[in-house]
């Protein structure tokens, strides 16, 4: 099994900040099958980057996703009041797909 | 508009089996993976396992951590699909949620973009 490691555990930002957020296999992703989740309180998940650097359909592009092998990284460009959230990341190369510990993404 | 709707969670008993239920519309059901995810109070999302569609052979793929006390199914005729869950533990304790990737085939079928706005299962005595 996979086991994917998300750094930091939280971030403290405010709006208009980059925010950058890593996660790392303990192994090799197939093909680069990673993605990002955004999930906020009390709400489902939402798809934010599939194959580790496309964007899914309808999300702003101050979303960008970057890496390979085991090191991936989930960039937000500029922080919206509205990107303050949870993150984790999924690998679903391998079976079991296993999710990342998530990155809680907070208002400084 | 694609939906998803669960329901089927509530409060049992250490022990005892749940069957909860994914009711979908707005998608052709019989060509998708349903995903199911669950995520216990306070804690992130675990992946449970999905299920392939008829043309793949229905087959399953799970989590090893729940040691085949969970099975996954669906009925394409009723576009439902369905995560009966055995020898529930305290630990089982969470919101369940089906999720699917409509007009994706390949690894892409694995993802969740769609989503259903979950259930909840409290295993206690």
């Known amino acids: 099994e996979i086991v994917l490691t998300q750094s930091p555990g939280a971030l403290s930002l405010s709006p208009g900040e980059r925010a950058t957020l890593s996660c790392r296999a303990s192994?090799?992703?197939?093909?680069?099958?990673l993605a990002w989740y955004q999930q906020k309180p009390g709400q489902a998940p939402r798809l934010l980057i599939y194959s580790a650097s496309s964007r899914a359909t309808g999300v702003p592009d101050r979303f960008s996703g970057s890496g390979s092998g085991t090191d991936f990284t989930l960039t937000i460009s500029r922080l919206e009041p509205e990107d303050f959230a949870v993150y984790y990341c999924q690998q679903y190369g391998n079976s079991p797909l296993t999710f990342g510990g998530g990155t809680k993404v907070e208002i400084k | 508009e694609v939906q998803l709707v669960e329901s089927g969670g509530g409060l049992v008993q250490p022990g005892r089996s749940l069957r909860l239920s994914c009711t979908t519309s707005?998608?052709?059901?019989?060509?998708?993976?349903m995903t199911w995810v669950r995520q216990a109070p306070g804690k992130g999302l675990e992946w449970v396992g999905f299920i392939r569609p008829k043309v793949s052979g229905e087959t399953t793929e799970d989590a090893a951590s729940l040691k085949g006390r969970f099975t996954m199914s669906r009925d394409d005729s009723k576009n439902i699909a369905y995560l009966q869950m055995n020898s529930l533990k305290t630990e089982d304790t969470g919101v369940y949620y089906c999720?699917?990737?409509?007009?994706?085939?390949?690894?892409?079928?694995?993802?969740?973009?769609?989503w259903g706005q979950g259930t909840l299962v409290t295993v206690s005595s």
């Open positions: 192994q090799s992703v197939y093909s680069n099958y």
């Open positions: 999720t699917t990737t409509v007009g994706s085939d390949g690894y892409e079928a694995r993802l969740g973009s769609v």
């Open positions: 707005g998608f052709t059901f019989r060509d998708y993976v």
